[in-house]
């Protein structure tokens, strides 16, 4: 079974633009979080989708947004790109909505903003 | 809300010796869940282990053991026989779990870099 994929892998855009960026879950996973990792903050919870439902939302302002479509694929957006936003962007999937479930991580979409 | 304190920010361990990644927690949830991370260079996150707050036992996977002692809010993973690929930050994590589903995304401590030598 294939794991989490994330595209692109990498991304370098310049202050005010905006970025998207994808997140294939497991197989039958239906449940899609998203993180932001910096090495200022660590590793900060943005949303979580389930049945293409924003279940959960993160302390981040509205420039950061989501969705997921009805095969659980997902993307997240961040519009008027700041400097503060290059970062580890990681996905992970679950098979449902149960906090006891493990979450299984992409390989992330490291963000540079210029 | 939730707070997960890590407070070794690195460690220097010999192969083979074990090794005890240290994670305090804080929480007002009854029921809440721990889990432990890998993450290698390459940054990808791996799942290391799991303890529910009202499991009775100790979780135990492989060479993995996490220390849960509920009394101090404490959940330390116990590594046994250090290897070499086992170098990586380790990162604690927790969120509450609630019995009518649904999940909150997880808090994360700040890590610890173990680092094995030969």
């Known amino acids: 079974k294939a794991g989490v994929t994330q595209t692109p892998r990498y991304l370098i855009k310049t202050r005010g633009q905006q970025v998207t960026l994808s997140c294939s879950p497991i197989s039958g996973h239906r449940s899609v979080s998203w993180y932001q990792q910096t090495p200022g903050q660590g590793l900060q919870f943005l949303f979580e989708?389930?049945?293409?439902?924003?279940?959960n939302k993160g302390n981040f302002p509205g420039r950061f947004s989501g969705r997921q479509f009805s095969n659980s694929r997902s993307e997240m957006n961040v519009s008027t790109l700041e400097l503060g936003d290059s970062a580890l962007y990681l996905c992970?999937?679950?098979?449902?909505?149960?906090?006891?479930?493990?979450?299984?991580f992409g390989p992330g979409t490291r963000l540079t903003v210029l | 809300a939730q707070k997960i304190t890590q407070t070794q920010p690195g460690m220097f361990v010999q192969e083979k010796e074990a090794v005890t990644l240290d994670c305090t927690y804080d929480t007002s949830d009854q029921s809440y869940g721990l889990f432990w991370y890998k993450q290698p260079s390459s940054g990808e996150m791996i799942f290391l282990i799991y303890q529910g707050s009202y499991d009775e036992q100790n979780a135990t996977e492989g060479r993995y053991s996490l220390n849960f002692q509920k009394a101090r809010k404490s959940a330390n993973l116990v590594i046994s026989a250090s290897q070499l690929g086992d170098s990586a930050m380790y990162f604690c994590a927790m969120r509450p779990l609630y019995s009518g589903g649904g999940a909150d995304g997880l808090t994360f401590g700040k890590g610890t870099h173990l680092i094995i030598q030969p």
């Open positions: 992970a999937s679950s098979p449902s909505d149960r906090g006891r479930d493990e979450q299984f």
């Open positions: 989708y389930f049945s293409e439902t924003q279940r």
